[in-house]
T-cell receptor, first 118, second 115 residues
Framework: AQKITQTQPGMFVQEKEAVTLDCTYD???????LFWYKQPSSGEMIFLIY??????QNATEGRYSLNFQKARKSANLVISASQLGDSAMYFC???????????????FGKGTKLSVIP | GAVVSQHPSRVICKSGTSVKIECRSL??????MFWYRQFPKQSLMLMAT?????????EQGVEKDKFLINHASLTLSTLTVTSAHPEDSSFYIC???????????FGSGTRLTVV
């Protein structure tokens, strides 16, 4: 079974509108972390936002917020007020295990290509 | 912040030759380095995990004799693609945990083209 599922291969959003990118995950580890990265055409991985499994509140970073629904195992990314520069691939990723307690790799979803329309 | 410098950013090599990709941690000690491969329009797939001073751990299906990983110091990990073939053409990217919650820093990636 896939550990990270992103069901939207591509999404379009009008400039200045909000958009939600879906991510569901599967783990039996009580300690885990969820990440969202942006990958523009240059290939660099840009960290956007992080949510820990024990965090009580949804994470927010500027225009990015993470809608964390633990019981449903979903961690959707919400981008508010979309900008043309937001056009890129977006990857959801998971680290199983506690941070700092060892070196755990990230497992990535297949990604969603977001296109912002002027 | 923690920075990983990856070189080269692009390389074109002839089939049968070897290519070395370097990832250096500039302002922190990277005891672990993850190496990923990304084919066009696909996700990042973990190839191997290197730990300073020990042998790398390869994921299932990754040929350890073809993708040589060396992590001889706390600031340098290298991936050598030996006897490269066109099917090895891909985007290779390294990543190191930095110890904080969201502390994974990525190199800028290497686009390898084998002709």
């Amino acid at each position: 079974a896939q550990k990270i599922t992103q069901t939207q291969p591509g999404m379009f959003v009008q400039e200045k509108e909000a958009v939600t990118l879906d991510c569901t995950y599967d783990t039996s580890d009580p300690s885990y972390g969820l990440f969202w990265y942006k990958q523009p055409s240059s290939g660099e991985m840009i960290f956007l936002i992080y949510q820990g499994s024990y965090d009580q509140q949804n994470a927010t970073e500027g225009r990015y917020s993470l809608n964390f629904q633990k019981a449903r195992k979903s961690a959707n990314l919400v981008i508010s007020a979309s900008q043309l520069g937001d056009s890129a691939m977006y990857f959801c990723a998971m680290r199983e295990g506690e941070s700092g307690a060892g070196s755990y790799q990230l497992t990535f979803g297949k990604g969603t290509k977001l296109s912002v329309i002027p | 912040g923690a920075v990983v410098s990856q070189h080269p950013s692009r390389v074109i090599c002839k089939s049968g030759t070897s290519v070395k990709i370097e990832c250096r941690s500039l302002d922190f000690q990277a005891t672990t380095m993850f190496w990923y491969r990304q084919f066009p329009k696909q996700s990042l797939m973990l190839m191997a995990t290197s730990n300073e001073g020990s042998k790398a751990t390869y994921e299932q299906g990754v040929e350890k004799d073809k993708f040589l990983i060396n992590h001889a110091s706390l600031t340098l990990s290298t991936l050598t693609v030996t006897s490269a073939h066109p099917e090895d053409s891909s985007f290779y990217i390294c990543s190191a945990p930095t110890g904080s919650n969201y502390g994974y820093t990525f190199g800028s990636g290497t686009r390898l083209t084998v002709v």
